[in-house]
């Protein structure tokens, strides 16, 4: 820009100034309500204070522009992807006609199928260990808890978010979305850290199982002996004294 300003180059392409190269599909929501906008805003000022900074030159050379191109590497399409990417990852994704070959051909689904089989292996197996641990009462929040931690590391960057939430970096959730951006949108491949993290949970998981099943049946047979003890009681209060004798 500068050397076209001097020399008066009148092929100058004011929109060859600034390239803004990003991929939309990576995190949609904090790229079109966080980042983009804030970039657009800086980008505006930004004119504002070179075309001033160039007020006088332009009465007398050829004036040039700036300008900002945009190149999205990995669009956030189709949209019937969305769904599958956030909460919709545990709907039926072949029922809204995804392309699911674009990047990984016909390993494609093959991919998000095994993807989404290792999340809910990762979920499931961790909520059978907790249900085997806990008591009844306590169940429900810790299910609440494990979703409520899965979702907020898993559909904004943690990098956005404070240096308490660094753990989500290994929650299961976040690894099953970022493999399904890939596969969907053409992403970064992080399959293999991905895959990898997940079935680091299936495996703890499988190992623990058998102590938390042993823990289940260990309540169950005091709560057995509990009941039978119970029910023993109240037939001795209902025979007569004479018939104890």
Same mark, same amino acid.
């Given at each position: 820009?500068? &050397?076209?300003?001097?020399?008066?180059?009148?092929? /100058?392409?004011?929109?060859g #100034?600034?390239?803004?190269?990003?991929e939309?599909g990576?995190?949609?929501?904090?790229i079109n309500n966080?980042t /983009?906008?804030?970039?657009l805003?800086?980008?505006? +000022?930004?004119?504002?204070?070179?075309a001033? !900074?160039? !007020?006088?030159? @332009?009465?007398t050379? $050829?004036?040039y522009?700036? +300008?900002?191109?945009?190149? $999205?590497l990995?669009?956030y399409i189709?949209?019937?992807?969305?769904?599958?990417?956030?909460?919709?990852?545990?709907?039926? #994704?072949?029922a809204? =006609? $995804? +392309?699911?070959?674009k &990047? /990984?051909?016909? #390993?494609g689904?093959? %991919?998000?199928?095994?993807?989404?089989?290792?999340?809910?292996?990762? @979920?499931?197996? *961790?909520?059978?260990?907790?249900?085997n641990?806990?008591?009844?009462?306590?169940?429900p929040?810790?299910?609440?808890s494990?979703?409520i931690?899965n979702v907020a590391?898993?559909f904004?960057p943690v990098? %956005?978010? #404070?240096?308490? /939430?660094?753990w989500?970096?290994?929650?299961?959730?976040?690894h +099953?979305?970022?493999?399904a951006?890939?596969?969907?949108f053409?992403t =970064?491949n992080?399959l293999g850290?991905n895959?990898? *993290?997940?079935l680091?949970? *299936?495996?703890?998981?499988?190992?623990? !199982?058998?102590f938390? $099943?042993? *823990? !289940? %049946?260990?309540k169950m047979?005091?709560?057995?002996?509990?009941?039978?003890r119970?029910?023993?009681e109240?037939?001795?209060?209902?025979?007569?004294?004479?018939e104890?004798?």
């Open positions: 820009m500068n &050397f076209a300003y001097n020399t008066g180059n009148a092929s /100058y392409d004011p929109t #100034s600034i390239h803004l190269i990003y939309e990576r995190n949609a929501l904090t966080l /983009y906008p804030k970039i805003s800086f980008m505006n +000022d930004f004119v504002l204070k070179f001033k !900074q160039k !007020q006088s030159s @332009f009465r050379k $050829i004036p522009r700036l +300008d900002l191109r945009s190149s $999205i990995a669009p189709p949209s019937t992807a969305e769904a599958a990417t956030e909460i919709g990852t545990i709907s039926l #994704s072949c809204w =006609k $995804i +392309d699911f070959q &990047f /990984y051909g016909g #390993s689904y093959v %991919l998000y199928w095994m993807l989404s089989w290792c999340a809910m292996m990762a @979920f499931g197996l *961790v909520v059978e260990n907790v249900h641990l806990l008591v009844n009462p306590s169940l929040f810790s299910l609440y494990g979703v931690s590391t898993g904004y990098e %956005l978010l #404070s240096n308490f /939430y660094k989500g970096l290994a929650w299961p959730l976040r +099953d979305l970022i493999g951006k890939a596969i969907l053409g =970064k992080l850290l895959f990898g *993290v997940l680091v949970w *299936v495996t703890a998981s499988l190992v623990l !199982q058998p938390t $099943i042993w *823990v !289940q %049946l260990r047979k005091k709560r057995a002996e509990t009941n039978k119970e029910v023993l109240r037939v001795y209060k209902k025979v007569p004294e004479e104890r004798e």
